[in-house]
């Protein structure tokens, strides 16, 4: 059985990656730089040249493979991409495709992963679709680009987020591409609670030993911040569209689709926080 993941050094892909090696499962990782992908992914991993943005390399890298997992094409989700990919998954006759959407954009018409998503549902393939909620990693990189100051500030309301860790996407991929009963399948994979800012703030804080305060912010105040941070103005307004959808409630939605896959329970925030915000605590105590 050929396992081959797209974006394999990426969040979701090296936990897929992570979790199938658990499984004693040797996965293909499909990776535009194969020296750097060996040093992060290490041993138990084949590794095939592609790049998304070189067609010419699709039909060596999808050769005879069972399986395939991939994300939309960095960097723009083009649609267009992801079509030329299929074609050439179809022809190299993959038996099952598992793509990973998002709970926002996955279901805003109009939006690439929307586009993306009609595309594989009208499609021969035998296709399933995974729309993860917001990592909870985000909190290490976008959403807590203030957490330096003690401070999460962002224009997002009271709005409440069902955030779901990258270890349990990556072993629900692992098990999706594992077992059988998943073609047509649409999984919303969310934590099983949905928190709201101030909770977020309360639990990173405790973890940390911190006095961490959410601060809802105006979209131009929050502009402003992120510049002052080192962000671009167009990378910060590009943010406020997906700040909207949340507060439209688009990450609201708990469901039990992990449990249903895994058979267990999703990480709760808070034992998150504790993993990866207690140990950083630790480490500049001492
Ligand atoms: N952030 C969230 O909370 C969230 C939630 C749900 C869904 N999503 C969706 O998840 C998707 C992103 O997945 P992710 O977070 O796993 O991605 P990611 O961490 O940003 O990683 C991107 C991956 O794509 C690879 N890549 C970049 N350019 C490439 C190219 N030209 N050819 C081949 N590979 C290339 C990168 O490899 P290199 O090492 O070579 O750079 C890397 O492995 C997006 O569609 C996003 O909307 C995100």
Known sequence: ????????????????????????????????????????????????????LDKSTYDAALEGVNKLFFIAPPPKKDPAIARELMQAVQKAGVDFVLFQSGGTSGT?????????????KNSDANVCIIRPA??????????????????????TGKAKVAYFDLKDLGIAIAEILTTDGHVGKIYSLTGSKAIDFDEVAAAIGKASSRNVQYRDMTNEGYVNKMVEKGWSAEAAKY??????????????????????????????FAEFAMREFGKKQAITVS
């Open 134 to 155: 917001w990592y909870m990693q985000n909190f290490h990189t976008w959403l807590g680009t203030t957490l330096e100051d003690d401070e999460i500030c962002l224009p």
């Open 239 to 268: 943010c406020i569209w997906l700040y909207d959808r949340v507060k439209a409630g688009s990450e609201e939605e708990v469901t039990d689709d992990y449990k249903t896959i895994v058979g267990s329970e999703p990480t709760s």
């Open 108 to 120: 805003y018409k109009g939006k690439p992963l929307y586009e993306i998503e009609q595309d594989l």
């Open 1 to 52: 059985m050929k396992i081959l993941i797209i974006g394999a050094t990426g969040n979701a892909g090296s936990n897929a990656i992570k979790a199938l090696k658990a499984k004693g499962v040797k996965p293909t990782a499909a990776v535009r730089d194969i020296e750097k992908a060996k040093a992060q992914l290490g041993e138990g991993v084949d590794y095939a040249y592609f790049d998304y």
